[in-house]
């Protein structure tokens, strides 16, 4: 039972990481390059290549995705994985499927849309476990070089030059404009999937009144209070701490519990974008 359990996940797994490098080769060949928006990282490179040379993107993908996948196994080893390799085979593979359409000339629409579409397919296939190589693998690659600088930021550097780059090829200012507008939503995007929306709120609740917060809480939202024992170092003297976590529709509502009991009371709320446990999401076992 677990075997098949473990099969259908690592199926499923693969079919997201499909689903997902469809959707990039649709955001490309329908939005992104009829119009030279750069996306950043080795996509956006090759809509740039392609302006300048007329050499198809599926193949500028392959040309510098395999030697910097090889590359990366000698660095990195093989945690990256197999996954890293059928994203980038078949990101090239659904390139070359998915027929040319200009859906618009509108730049702006394009960006957009682009992005959306970029930001949905690359982050299922982070999702499930996999890489599009590029400018994650090129980050991690140079990182191992110089540790000093994060791979975050090498990722940015990365897109960041790809994005001027194009508008210096294309001869227009509006395009590297443009391609950071994609290269913006397609992050946003990346982040949603990834975290999901937030529809849950957190609240630290430093208080002198905790058993009465904490009832009314209890009882009037129907949501579990843990107390943590604190010190405040100005004062020295021991605080009490309340968490508690509540859907986004009791947000004012527990605000207006913590200030009718105590006025005083410091609070502080936060996004919370995944909670498991009774009351909220179920744990898998």
């Given at each position: 039972?677990?075997?098949?359990?473990k099969?259908?996940?690592?199926?499923?797994?693969?079919?997201g990481?499909?689903?997902?490098v469809?959707?990039m080769?649709?955001?490309?060949?329908?939005?992104?390059?009829?119009?030279?928006?750069?996306?950043?990282?080795?996509?956006?490179?090759?809509?740039?290549?392609?302006?300048?040379?007329?050499?198809?993107?599926?193949?500028?993908?392959?040309?510098?995705?395999?030697?910097?996948?090889?590359?990366?196994?000698?660095?990195?080893?093989?945690?990256?994985?197999?996954?890293?390799?059928f994203?980038?085979?078949?990101?090239?593979?659904?390139?070359?499927?998915?027929?040319?359409?200009?859906?618009?000339?509108?730049?702006?629409?394009?960006?957009?849309?682009?992005?959306?579409?970029?930001?949905?397919?690359?982050?299922?296939?982070?999702?499930?476990?996999?890489?599009?190589g590029?400018?994650?693998?090129a980050?991690?690659?140079?990182?191992?070089?110089?540790?000093?600088?994060?791979?975050?930021?090498?990722?940015?550097?990365?897109?960041?030059?790809?994005?001027?780059?194009?508008?210096?090829?294309?001869?227009?200012?509006?395009?590297?404009?443009?391609?950071?507008?994609?290269?913006?939503?397609?992050?946003?995007?990346?982040?949603?999937?990834?975290?999901?929306?937030?529809?849950?709120?957190?609240?630290?609740?430093?208080?002198?009144?905790?058993?009465?917060?904490?009832?009314?809480?209890?009882?009037e939202?129907?949501?579990?209070?843990?107390?943590?024992?604190?010190?405040?170092?100005?004062?020295?003297?021991?605080?009490?701490?309340?968490l508690c976590?509540?859907?986004?529709?009791?947000?004012?509502?527990?605000?207006?519990?913590?200030?009718?009991?105590?006025?005083?009371?410091?609070?502080?709320?936060?996004?919370?974008?995944?909670?498991?446990?009774?009351?909220?999401?179920?744990?898998?076992?």
């Amino acid at each position: 039972m677990e075997n098949r359990e473990k099969w259908y996940i690592v199926a499923l797994s693969y079919l997201g990481i499909a689903l997902g490098v469809f959707l990039m080769a649709i955001s490309l060949n329908f939005f992104l390059e009829p119009n030279t928006i750069a996306p950043g990282g080795v996509t956006g490179l090759a809509v740039i290549i392609k302006k300048g040379t007329g050499m198809p993107v599926y193949l500028t993908n392959l040309l510098i995705n395999i030697p910097l996948f090889i590359f990366g196994i000698i660095k990195l080893g093989k945690e990256f994985g197999i996954k890293t390799l059928f994203a980038t085979l078949g990101l090239s593979f659904f390139l070359k499927l998915v027929p040319y359409e200009i859906v618009t000339h509108d730049l702006l629409l394009s960006s957009l849309f682009g992005g959306v579409l970029m930001g949905l397919g690359v982050g299922l296939v982070f999702k499930f476990g996999g890489t599009t190589g590029g400018t994650d693998l090129a980050g991690a690659i140079l990182n191992k070089s110089f540790p000093n600088i994060s791979v975050p930021t090498f990722m940015m550097t990365i897109d960041m030059f790809v994005v001027i780059i194009a508008g210096i090829v294309d001869r227009k200012i509006e395009t590297s404009l443009y391609s950071i507008i994609t290269l913006y939503t397609s992050i946003k995007v990346i982040d949603l999937i990834l975290e999901g929306m937030s529809y849950l709120k957190a609240f630290l609740i430093i208080t002198n009144k905790p058993k009465e917060i904490s009832k009314a809480i209890m009882e009037e939202l129907d949501r579990g209070v843990t107390l943590f024992k604190g010190k405040g170092m100005y004062t020295e003297k021991d605080k009490d701490v309340l968490l508690c976590v509540v859907n986004r529709s009791q947000f004012t509502k527990t605000k207006d519990i913590v200030n009718l009991i105590d006025e005083d009371a410091f609070i502080m709320v936060t996004e919370m974008y995944e909670v498991m446990g009774e009351g909220f999401q179920e744990i898998k076992k």
